[in-house]
């Protein structure tokens, strides 16, 4: 069983800059793909850029390219997304995930198995 919690969200005004946190409980934290989404209400919930366990192979939304850095710290057992040059459509809730059986493309939310709480980050104009 794998326990992620997010932390670092908050109100940031456009053209800002925010790091979320996941932090991890468990062993086998450094063998599992982690993945950030986003969702706003009324909308699916979308993967904005993963890291697979050896944080060599990344994956970012077009929308976030440039702008959004995904890493990782095995030895702390936390995954980070950087964020720079937000902008209002940035805002939503953010999700860290994380994908143990390699299974599935990591593109959809089913592909993983262990979800955080969330954090909302909020971007004004």
């Known amino acids: 069983q794998v326990q992620l919690v997010e932390s670092g969200g908050g109100l940031v005004q456009a053209g800002g800059s925010l790091r979320l946190s996941c932090a991890a409980s468990?062993?086998?934290?450094?063998?599992?793909?982690m993945g950030w989404f986003r969702q706003v209400p009324g909308k699916e919930r979308e993967l904005v850029a993963r890291?697979?366990?050896?944080?060599?192979?990344?994956y970012y939304a077009d929308s976030v390219k440039g702008r959004f850095t995904i890493s990782r710290d095995n030895a702390k057992n936390t995954v980070y997304l950087q964020m720079n040059t937000l902008k209002p459509e940035d805002t939503a809730v953010y999700y860290c995930?994380?994908?143990?059986?390699?299974?599935?493309?990591?593109?959809?939310?089913?592909?993983?198995?262990?979800w955080g709480q969330g954090t909302q980050v909020t971007v004004s104009s």
């Open positions: 995930a994380a994908d143990s059986s390699y299974n599935g493309s990591g593109y959809d939310p089913d592909d993983y198995e262990y």
């Open positions: 468990g062993r086998t934290f450094s063998s599992y793909a």
């Open positions: 890291i697979r366990w050896n944080g060599v192979t990344t």
